[in-house]
């Protein structure tokens, strides 16, 4: 996130796209609302009627896949309406022109239509977001899991950009992160092709540096993304894998190839609280600690680095991570692997990563953590980002062009299959929420979300089962007939590995971030049995 | 009467088979010198190990007593597991909790008894322990009719029991919603065979089954000029004490397992309740 | 022969009273932890442990009378027998430093568990209770016991009430073991005097004052009684509540529970009971899937209902104690006090 969640309360205009807000960030969610109380306005972009869509003053329901046109289409209106901040544009941005050029060139009626969505409801939420100088954009995976997912960010940075709305408090675009620590994750380089602090990896100073500490050298070439490590297959150059809380079993797309993959490998290690679907495959499990049995940090969405301290001993054998993998590193003779305190792991990142640079233990236990970039010691942490200069100096405008999901609706398989998180009860693949007695009651299986109309159209009764199909797989899941999706569309979670719905998902993928489709596929929903 | 949330221990005795969703376990008390008196429409909390526990409403009479009869269908994790036990395993019973059907206010009236599936279970309990009193006193009731409603012939339960009712003069009449054999008999909801029935200012109508089914029957029922206290129903709820404690069986201020689970049209006419809202 | 009903406690007096008190009983007070939030717990060491009574205990009495998770019974299966065996019985235990909010609550927790017959595991741990409470001259941030009738001082309920006049305690005794603990330790007070009356009497005034929340409770109270709550303002509600349960579990009065069995081994097992809240739709789900509550208009209905309603056709009273901890632990903005504001406000627009 460029801005605080705090910060969100202050904005007047809210545009929320690709993000269930209220169902997988409540937290987040709790502070769109309020917003919303304090006279705020909200656009909702997405396919389905969410709960926080329902609280919107506009929602743009558009046809999955399409958000590029939308975004076009929105500042193309807002040139029109003469709404751009030209100072911002000349003071901070670069390649203007071009995409000025291009907008100029688009027809409206015809982005209109791709989307599925009225120009003038377009019209009205391009003026409303435009003309307020507190707008916010908060994204999550209904923007990135797609084909053209670095594309679909870049429109929503041209969006910011074209109308200034970046460099202060109460306006900036936020990618809500999914999982607690997965900012934490990305800082610390858990990413194929940079370092901690998302240092170059071809930069020579860089290297240099993370040489006198680690002892060896970096790697100089990215690895490998996720899915192109579990979509290998079986005789894919990996040789040995170590999984860590992660169950891709369930969670990656084209569930076969991930299976296959995993099954052939000559040496699979996985580390978790439970024994995952993933867990089951491997070689050799190490029982991890959970959050309340180790101390350590977790970086959230907003860049905030807060100590999470061990509430109470680890159970049994289980170890934290960081000893599993100093344990791991002593054995293969790795140097520098022998911290006595998780304060001490923290001194290495803050020598090693300058966005770290000032978060040291002791200042974390002060009020709430601390947001990077913090550079040293005597460094407050930083509200919102880019308030002088983005990363890369100038703001660059990137032309953006529309382009249909990998598969579309035919004959064969007429339905999109949009996928997601079902409910707040339970958490990615359920390893832990279904756990718990009472999440377990209060979401107890699979469901399909079915429009009304098609349900009639296949004369469905409201929680009968079906047989959905992609070319992939095929799964029997339970129905719910709902006007949160459209006709056309239908919904599902990942959760049940009873009803393990990304074995229909695709695995094409954004060529830059790798990212699979998870949002769009080309599925047919079939009557199970006849009464 | 067990009003802890310790049950009693009780055996099963024998497992009648009343159709593939339906038996009836016959259970009797292992501590016969427990105290147990019961009324129909009253229920028990039924305990099997490791399921917990479940609200079941006691089909046999008290006139039946020491043996209690439960009817069961399979719906979730424990009457799925009954329906694996055998006669002579144990199982534990709390209760009774509830208010019966108003038996005393019955003389000479004509009993009408409507019921879909599994919710002929608890009026069997008002039937039989009628037709005992008749058949001792003059007057107990003045005529009983049944009119049940089953989904498909292979779904009708309780047919020797049903059976035996018809032998002893009560007026049975089945309906099935459709069928793909050669059931000769009605073919259509419950609600289909109520025209023919003659409701007199005497009648006093007994509804149980499904809630969508509650709600046409009584709709019916009143259009027919059946006065709202001569209707009673028993309403089903999530239970987990079966003392108005736990909250989950809530009903517009008034708990389904000690003010009901019977109630009469007037009464919840008063209340604001799911099955009759639009 | 001096009046035992009111006596002056020494602030100097106060850890030796706690002292002695603490040799037949356990003692619970409210203790702040090393990340600042006040908690009820046991006193071990009453020299080393500093008792907060400045803050507001983020949890009521209430875990301590209803545990969030309680055994009812052990069961063992042996050869197809099945046999249960009740928990242990309870300690003597005296609570120090309780609000008055959740002493109220407490008495309203002794109704709920009375019918149709004392439930054994409460009645057992409140038999084996003394509540020693501490009026308060602060209201917190949330706070509206004046608008609930529950505070912030009591007029009874109480085993000793404590109010705090500066330098000493103004000590009124309940009935019962209050009175016994006032004579039995009388040596350490000292009768009542009438600028000791005065002084508690404008501190009450004083208390009274601080209120920062208007909430119309009773006011909502009455419009419940002959009105209907518009459905709009259900939906709204419903809409925004994220079915955590986190009100019913901080509430002192949300007493649902469930009762489920949990599996040890093949052979034993326990018989649990914990907490639940009526806002999830589990909580009346039947095992064939039916639903008779909507949650998706109706999450919060019967909340606020049982809450205003009902219980005040049956008590004559709200079983809102005005503590204000839901406001805080609620993230979608919809705890009892919204739902009066919606609900009052509404009248006032219709002429």
Not at chain 1, 389 to 397: L, N, S
Not at chain 2, 182 to 199: E, H, I, M, S
Not at chain 3, 116 to 144: A, E, M, V, W
Request: proline content about 5%.
């Amino acid at each position: 996130m460029t801005n605080s969640i705090a910060e969100l309360e202050g904005a007047d205009v809210l545009l929320v796209t690709g993000s269930n807000t209220t169902e997988t960030h409540p937290q987040i969610g709790r502070n769109i609302i309020t917003a919303v109380d304090h006279r705020a306005k909200l656009i909702v972009i997405d396919p389905r009627r969410t709960d926080i869509a329902k609280e919107a003053h506009i929602h743009l329901a558009l046809r999955p896949g399409t958000d590029i046109a939308l975004i076009n289409a929105m500042m193309r209106i807002i040139l029109d309406e003469n709404l751009a901040d030209d100072l911002f544009i000349s003071m901070r941005t670069e390649n203007f022109i071009a995409l000025r050029d291009y907008l100029h060139r688009l027809d409206l009626n015809e982005l209109a239509t791709i989307t599925g969505i009225n120009r003038d409801t377009i019209h009205e939420a391009a003026c409303l977001y435009a003309r307020s100088s507190k707008s916010v954009i908060c994204y999550c995976l209904g923007v990135t899991q797609h084909t053209c997912g670095t594309d679909n960010v870049q429109a929503v940075a041209n969006l910011a950009m074209l109308t200034g709305n970046v460099e202060k408090k109460h306006s900036g675009v936020d990618p809500l992160r999914g999982q607690n620590n997965v900012q934490g994750a990305c800082d610390m380089a858990a990413l194929p092709a940079v370092l901690p602090g998302y240092q170059n990896l071809a930069d020579i100073d860089v290297q240099e540096r993370f040489q006198t500490v680690w002892g060896r050298k970096t790697p100089q070439i990215p690895g490998k993304s996720l899915t192109e490590m579990t979509h290998a297959g079986e005789d894919g150059d990996i040789k040995a894998m170590f999984i860590m809380g992660e169950n891709p079993v369930l969670s990656d797309p084209h569930l076969n190839r991930v299976e296959n993959t995993l099954k052939h490998l000559p040496f699979l290690a996985v580390s978790d609280i439970f024994l995952t679907e993933t867990a089951r495959l491997a070689h050799v499990v190490f029982p991890a600690a959970s959050f309340a049995e180790k101390n350590g940090t977790i970086t959230n969405s907003e860049r905030r680095v807060q100590l999470c301290p061990r509430a109470i001993p680890p159970i049994h054998n289980c170890r934290p991570d960081s000893k599993i993998i100093m344990e791991l590193g002593r054995r293969l003779n790795c140097p520098g692997m022998n911290f006595d305190t998780e304060a001490e792991i923290m001194e290495e990142i803050s020598l090693l990563t300058p966005i770290y640079g000032g978060m040291h233990y002791d200042r974390l236990a002060k009020n709430w953590g601390l947001q990077w970039p913090c550079w040293n010691r005597d460094h407050p942490g930083t509200e919102f980002l880019h308030k002088y200069y983005f990363a890369r100096g100038k703001g660059c405008f990137t032309i953006t062009k529309h382009q249909e999901p990998y598969e579309t609706p035919e004959e064969k398989y007429p339905f999109t299959l949009v996928t997601g998180r079902g409910s707040y009860h339970h958490y990615h693949t359920a390893t832990m929420t279904r756990k718990s007695r009472r999440l377990v009651r209060e979401y107890p299986e699979a469901l399909l979300e079915v429009n009304k109309e098609d349900s009639d159209k296949l004369k469905l009764r409201d929680g009968e089962t079906v047989e959905l199909a992609s070319r992939r797989g095929t799964v029997h899941i339970k129905t719910t007939i709902t006007d949160r999706v459209q006709p056309g569309t239908v919904f599902s979670s990942f959760h049940f590995f009873e009803v393990p719905i990304n074995q229909l998902t695709i695995d094409a993928m954004d060529p830059k971030s790798k990212c699979p489709e998870f949002k769009v596929c080309s599925v047919n929903l079939r009557k199970v049995k006849h009464d | 009467m067990n009003k802890t949330f310790i049950p009693s221990q009780a055996n099963i005795c024998e497992i009648i088979h009343e159709n593939e969703q339906i038996a009836t376990f016959r259970l009797e008390l292992i501590n016969k010198s427990i105290p147990f008196a019961f009324l129909p429409g009253q229920f028990l909390m039924l305990s099997i190990p490791h399921c917990g526990e479940a609200a079941i409403s006691i089909s046999s009479s008290p006139t039946a007593l020491p043996l209690i009869d439960l009817s069961i269908r399979k719906a979730g994790k424990l009457t799925n597991a009954i329906h694996t036990m055998k006669a002579g395993n144990q199982v534990g019973i709390r209760g009774p909790f509830g208010k019966p059907f108003p038996t005393e206010t019955f003389a000479n009236r004509d009993l009408l008894f409507v019921a879909g599936g599994i919710g002929l279970a608890p009026l069997k309990s008002v039937i039989d322990y009628s037709l005992f009193h008749s058949s001792v006193e003059k007057d107990a009731v003045q005529s009983m009719t049944l009119l049940y409603g089953s989904r498909t012939p292979l779904d009708i339960a309780f047919q020797s029991t049903v059976n035996n009712w018809q032998k002893q003069g009560v007026d049975c009449r089945l309906t099935v919603d459709k069928t793909e054999t050669d059931w000769q008999g009605n073919v259509g909801l419950v609600t289909d065979l109520l025209p023919d029935y003659k409701l007199t200012d005497n009648t006093t109508a007994l509804v149980c089954g499904p809630p969508v089914m509650i709600k046409f029957v009584i709709a019916q029922l009143s259009a027919m000029g059946c006065s709202d206290e001569a209707i009673f129903t028993t309403l089903e709820r999530h239970m987990k004490c079966g003392m108005g404690t736990c909250g989950h069986c809530h009903l517009d201020g008034k708990m389904v397992c000690v003010d009901g689970p019977v109630f009469s049209l007037s009464q919840l006419k008063t209340m604001d309740v799911m099955e009759f809202s639009q | 022969m001096i009046d035992l009903k009111e006596m002056i406690l020494s602030k100097d007096n106060l850890i030796p009273l706690l002292r002695k008190l603490k040799k037949d009983a356990r003692l619970i007070a409210p203790v702040q932890n090393k990340y600042g939030d006040t908690l009820f717990r046991e006193i071990d060491d009453i020299d080393g442990t500093e008792i907060d009574l400045h803050n507001q205990p983020q949890a009521s009495l209430k875990p301590f009378f209803l545990p969030q998770q309680e055994t009812l019974a052990d069961y063992t299966i042996t050869n197809g027998e099945y046999s249960f065996t009740p928990p242990a019985k309870a300690e003597d235990t005296i609570f120090f430093g309780v609000r008055s909010c959740d002493l109220t609550a407490l008495l309203y927790m002794d109704l709920i568990f009375s019918k149709p017959s004392k439930d054994p595991t409460y009645y057992d741990r409140r038999n084996h209770s003394l509540i020693i409470t501490l009026g308060c001259n602060q209201p917190f941030p949330n706070c509206f016991c004046e608008a609930t009738g529950s505070g912030p001082y009591l007029e009874y309920g109480y085993g000793l009430q404590f109010i705090d006049l500066g330098d000493r305690y103004f000590v009124s005794a309940g009935r019962g073991k209050g009175a016994d603990l006032l004579k039995k330790w009388a040596y350490f007070f000292r009768e009542v005097n009438e600028e000791d009356q005065q002084k508690r009497y404008q501190l009450f005034l004083e208390a009274r004052g601080q209120f920062t929340r208007n909430i119309q409770v009773a006011h909502a109270c009455r419009k419940l009684e002959k009105e209907t709550v518009p459905e709009e303002i259900w939906e709204k509600l419903s809409r925004r509540c994220y079915d955590c349960g986190g009100c019913a579990y901080v509430c002192p009065t949300c007493t649902c529970f469930s009762i489920d069995d949990m599996i040890l081994d093949a052979k034993h097992g326990l018989r649990i009971r914990t907490w639940d809240a009526c806002t999830s739709s589990g909580f009346t789900r039947m095992a064939g899937g039916h639903n008779p509550t909507d949650r998706s208009r109706h999450a919060l209905k019967r909340r606020f209902l049982h809450k205003l309603k009902y219980d005040f056709e049956r008590h004559g009273k709200a079983s809102c104690t005005g503590c204000g901890r839901c406001i805080d632990i609620c993230f979608g903005g919809v705890d009892i006090t919204t739902f009066i504001d919606l609900l009052t406000t509404q009248t006032q627009k219709k002429p």
